[in-house]
Nanobody, 117 residues
Framework: VQLVESGGGLVQAGGSLRLSCAASGSTFSINTMGWYRQAPGKQRELVASITTNGGSTVYADSVKGRFTISRDNAKNTMYLQMNSLKPEDTAVYYC???????????WGKGTLVTVSS
């Protein structure tokens, strides 16, 4: 499995961005996909995750009500709609893919999101 993120950029506080994560390769093996982020000097943290059928989602408390995760299985693509962005959301955002038994199949290389105040 290979993952490629896109959609990062510079945005003012209060603005919005939509990130995409395109999967290729053995996509049939993917069960759960997730978005993580890593700010300078901090550990990578889970932002949100979603199961294959979209029936189960998880969000970090810091993004609940502002971010929405979704996936289009026909396009093998996962999205992260980010609204009401804050400077503390500034980070490199990574996507990953997990198998049904929670084996990490792949990480993307990341996309930088910078929120100015």
């Amino acid at each position: 499995v290979q993952l490629v993120e896109s959609g990062g950029g510079l945005v003012q506080a209060g603005g919005s961005l939509r990130l995409s994560c395109a999967a290729s390769g053995s996509t049939f093996s993917i069960n759960t996909m997730g978005w993580y982020r890593q700010a300078p000097g901090k550990q990578r943290e889970l932002v949100a995750s979603i199961t294959t059928n979209g029936g189960s989602t998880v969000y970090a408390d810091s993004v609940k009500g502002r971010f929405t995760i979704s996936r289009d299985n026909a396009k093998n693509t996962m999205y992260l709609q980010m609204n009401s962005l804050k400077p503390e959301d500034t980070a490199v955002y990574y996507c990953n893919a997990l198998s049904r038994v929670l084996l990490i199949l792949a990480w993307g290389k990341g996309t930088l999101v910078t929120v100015s105040s």
